[in-house]
């Protein structure tokens, strides 16, 4: 199963991918990690991005989508993906469709993670905190919230015209969000079966 978790920043896509990740050995992949991954290898490209990053824009498409081009063949992710941050653009969601339709695969879920603004705030400051990430400071993150509000309006309708996106309350807890998105999971498990037996 491919599962997408698209939702802004700070809103517990990486959180709830690895719960998800672990409880159905699904292989989570955040574009976003990826990148800090490489700023810390202190790779040209690494630097380059954590740039962008830090100004709390997007990292160009090419590079991204050749990121993931890499490493949806690994073994790892022979059971399924949960992407994590991506896709964020038109060009990144037509690429991963085609990338996925030439393994014959697809992605069989998109979930929307919601959570209001002033907790995504709340969030960015405890996260500020807990792992100092260059990009959390104040500026970067409402710049991050304006890209999201950007990129969601082109995104979410390409995935709207091709099949339902259930939308997940994201400002319950931990649990409670778990739990919504494996209401979703199994609805999703369970309909191909329903179908097949004329149910
Ligand atoms: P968050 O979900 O909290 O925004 P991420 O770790 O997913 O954090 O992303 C951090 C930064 O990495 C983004 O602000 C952006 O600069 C870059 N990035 C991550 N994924 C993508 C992507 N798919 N396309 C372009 N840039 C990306």
Known sequence: MNIIFFGPPAAGKGTQA??????????????????????????????????????????????????????????????????????????QAQALDKMLAARGKAIDIIMELDVDQDKLVQRREKRQQEEGRSDDNADAFKKRLQQYNDYAAVVLPYYKNKGAVPKIDGNKNVEQVTDQIEVILRGKDSAPRAFCCGV
Do not use: N, W
């Open 18 to 91: 690895k719960i998800i990740q672990d409880k159905y050995g699904l292989q989570q992949i955040s574009t976003g990690d990826m990148l800090r991954e490489e700023a810390a290898s202190g790779s040209t490209l690494g630097k380059k991005a954590q740039e962008i990053m830090d100004m709390g824009l997007l990292v160009s498409d090419e590079v991204i989508i050749e990121m993931i081009a890499k490493r949806i063949d690994s073994p790892d992710c022979a059971k399924g993906v949960i992407f994590d941050g991506f896709p964020r653009t038109l060009a």
